[in-house]
């Protein structure tokens, strides 16, 4: 039963983490650009 439970825990953690990663990376490009705007 836990093992169950923990499988599927690690399932969503990796879709958590690509989800948490995705978000970074749209922040910190985001960031880049304002910068850039910012340059001009």
């Not at 836990?2 to 990376?25: A, C, G, H, P, T």
Request: aromatic share 4%; hydrophobic share 25%.
């Amino acid at each position: 039963m836990f093992n169950l439970v923990k499988d599927d825990f690690d399932e969503n953690s990796d879709d958590i983490l690509n989800s948490i990663n995705k978000m970074l990376e749209k922040n910190k490009k985001e960031k880049e650009e304002n910068k850039e705007e910012e340059n001009k």
